[in-house]
């Protein structure tokens, strides 16, 4: 992908061509996005720790702890009960790290879609804001920020999530990270990935020249991205929902796959989610062998 310099959309509006200049730099925009992720994490953690942890705090190095372990997110619902307040609290947590892990690999698409607008536009087409594109793609990853919600709850309430929304189960965990494995290799993954990684040939035979098209566009994309990401994106029920490290290095993966890093590095990424599986399943196992401390 070429800086942002290279490309100029004169022919948009202010805005549009500005947003076309932010996705020219995908890499870019991903250290945005896990910078202000883990700048509202140490912001929880402060307030949390000022309501909490009384005059002393907690100190630097247990602050370093809570960041980087899989119980960040933390005491949301005291005792595990989920009220109204709950509800939104998780909602609004899982919204936001679509939106951080998800704008980034959305970059090829939405610069695509700009770039063939501005074409149009030199031409004096009628064309629409790249905005409403990515207002559509970015509902369907609403609409699964809130299905994760729903998951979350009833995984909570099966007692596989603990209250500060980290697994208390291995095989749990390690059934999560080699059903993810798997998926990598299914006909569906790469199909979805296919249109994800090359989105000029879907813009040219579907494009549209109304709002409501244009939107409808921006579904279709998100529905795509979603078979590509979804079983990746649920790993994080396995390694704490709210742990930072791992939201920024599974949104590096999932950006690095529709920038077209080709089918090696997809099936890589299988093979280490299905190992990480084995050693957790392997791990719960053997803690529970008979004769062992449990």
Not at 23 to 52: D, E, H, N, Q
């Amino acid at each position: 992908m070429t800086e942002a310099a290279d490309h100029n959309l004169p022919h948009l509006s202010r805005a549009a061509s500005r947003l076309g200049a932010v996705f020219a730099r995908p890499k870019g925009l991903a250290v945005v996005c896990v910078i202000a992720l883990v700048g509202l994490g140490w912001l929880y953690l402060g307030l949390m720790t000022a309501s909490m942890a009384g005059p002393g705090g907690i100190g630097i190095s247990g602050a370093w702890d809570a960041l980087c372990g899989s119980t960040f997110g933390v005491a949301l619902m005291p005792d595990g009960v989920w009220g109204v307040s709950g509800f939104a609290l998780v909602a609004l947590m899982w919204g936001a790290m679509t939106l951080a892990m998800m704008l980034p690999s959305a970059s090829p698409m939405i610069l695509t879609y700009a770039e063939i607008a501005d074409t149009a536009a030199r031409k004096g087409e009628e064309v629409v804001s790249p905005f409403v594109l990515a207002g559509g793609y970015m509902l369907i990853w609403f609409g699964f920020a809130a299905a994760a919600t729903v998951a979350q709850y009833a995984l909570t309430r099966a007692a596989l999530l603990d209250p500060s929304m980290a697994s208390v189960s291995g095989l749990f965990s390690g059934a999560i990270f080699i059903a993810a494995g798997v998926y990598q290799f299914s006909a569906l993954k790469h199909a979805c990935l296919r249109q994800c990684q090359s989105p000029f040939p879907f813009f040219f035979a579907n494009w549209a020249t109304t709002p409501r098209g244009v939107f409808k566009l921006g579904l279709r994309q998100g529905l795509l991205c979603l078979g590509c990401c979804w079983a990746m994106m649920l790993v994080m029920f396995a390694v704490g929902i709210m742990n930072v490290l791992w939201m920024a290095g599974l949104g590096i993966v999932m950006t690095l796959e529709k920038m077209g890093t080709g089918k090696r590095f997809t099936y890589a990424i299988g093979v280490a989610l299905i190992a990480a599986g084995a050693v957790f399943i392997g791990a719960s196992v053997l803690a529970h062998w008979p004769g062992r401390a449990i």
